[in-house]
C-alpha cells in the first residue's frame, strides 16, 4: 500500500533564506508524486506533481522538487523564502486501487520569520 | 465559474439541526471526494464518488449522508452532529482515470455547538 511520511510537522525559517520540507514515499508501484500548499482557512493548491520523465519537477511560487527513486523521497525546495510562503504543505502520492485517490502526509506548517 | 465551489463557506448548527453542504465542479471531471480536516489531526477521506456512484465510505457515521446527483455535484447532509463533528469539510474532484490530482474547493468551516 502506498504511504507518505512528512518530517518535521513545523519547520520555521528566515526570510530569504533555504526552505526545506522532506517527503519520503512507499509505494508499490511507480508513484506519482504531489505537493500541496494551504493558506489558513482555505483549500488545497496544487504546488507541483511528479508524474513521469524529469526527475526534478518545477511548480508554482518558485518550488521545486525532485524525485529521488533511490532515497524514496521528494523534497520540497524554494531558494528564498518569502513572507507569503507562510502556509500549511502536504506531499501525497497517488494509490492506484479500486479508486485513484491520493494518500496525503500529515502536512509540514512552515513559518517564515521577518 | 471555474474550479471548485463550496458553499456554505461557514455554517454553525446545533446538535439537533439537519443542514447540507455543497460542493460544485467545473472542471469536467468524473470523481467527487469529501474529506475531514480536523486541528492537529491528518485529512481523512470521506466519500468517493466516481461517475456518481459511490466507491468508498471509510467508516464514517450515519449522521453524514453524502449525495451524488450528478457528475458536477456533491453534497454532504448533516444531522444530528456532535461537537467533534466541528472542522473544515474540502470538496475535491478528479478524472477517475487520470494521475490522481484532486481539485479542492476552498472548504466550508463546521461549529457543532
Known amino acids: 500500500a502506498q504511504s507518505v511520511t512528512q518530517l518535521g510537522s513545523h519547520v520555521s525559517v528566515s526570510e530569504g533564506a533555504l526552505v526545506l520540507l522532506r517527503c519520503n514515499y512507499s509505494?508499490?508501484?511507480?508513484?506519482?508524486l504531489f505537493w500541496y500548499v494551504q493558506y489558513p482557512n482555505q483549500g488545497l493548491q496544487l504546488l507541483l506533481k511528479?508524474?513521469?520523465?524529469?526527475?526534478l519537477v518545477k511548480g508554482i511560487n518558485g518550488f521545486e522538487a525532485e524525485f529521488k527513486k533511490s532515497e524514496t523521497s521528494f523534497h520540497l525546495t524554494k531558494p528564498s523564502a518569502h513572507m507569503s510562503d507562510a502556509a500549511e504543505y502536504f506531499c501525497a502520492v497517488s494509490d492506484f486501487g479500486a479508486t485513484n485517490k491520493l494518500i496525503f502526509g500529515t502536512g509540514t506548517l512552515l513559518a517564515v520569520q521577518p | 465559474e471555474t474550479g471548485v465551489t463550496q458553499t456554505p463557506r461557514h455554517l454553525v448548527m446545533g446538535m439537533t439541526n439537519k443542514k447540507s453542504l455543497k460542493c460544485e465542479q467545473h472542471l469536467g471531471h468524473n470523481a467527487m471526494y469529501w474529506y475531514k480536516q480536523s486541528a492537529k489531526k491528518p485529512l481523512e477521506l470521506m466519500f468517493v464518488y466516481s461517475l456518481e456512484e459511490r466507491v468508498e465510505n471509510n467508516s464514517v457515521p450515519s449522521r453524514f449522508s453524502p449525495e451524488c446527483p450528478n457528475s458536477s455535484h456533491l453534497f454532504l447532509h448533516l444531522h444530528t452532529l456532535q461537537p467533534e463533528d466541528s472542522a473544515l469539510y474540502l470538496c475535491?474532484?478528479?478524472?477517475?482515470?487520470?494521475?490522481?490530482?484532486?481539485?479542492f474547493g476552498e472548504g466550508s468551516r463546521l461549529t457543532v455547538l
Open positions: 509505494s508499490s508501484v511507480p508513484p506519482y
Open positions: 511528479y508524474t513521469t520523465g524529469a526527475t
Open positions: 475535491a474532484s478528479s478524472q477517475a482515470s487520470g494521475t490522481g490530482e484532486l481539485f
